[in-house]
């Protein structure tokens, strides 16, 4: 298989060690990277056509994975500053 796109390791690579303390101590955290993780998978099969699907439903995945993105960046961003 090829390398899925917008892995959070890839798009924060400097929050490597807070992404993994965040989900071990926060279980809403990690349930939202979970969340993220198999969205984001999805829109790499819809968009590779592994498991192709309509236009509208690839733009519902991309802006529901650009939801989860933004709530993980705001909650690392918290936690830098605590």
Known sequence: MTNTPHELAEDFPDKAEAIH???ARDAHFAKLVEDYHEINGQVHRAETDIEPTDDLHLTEMRKQ??????EIARMLAAAAVN
């Open 65 to 70: 994975r650009m939801v989860l993105k933004d």
């Open 21 to 23: 303390d965040l989900k």
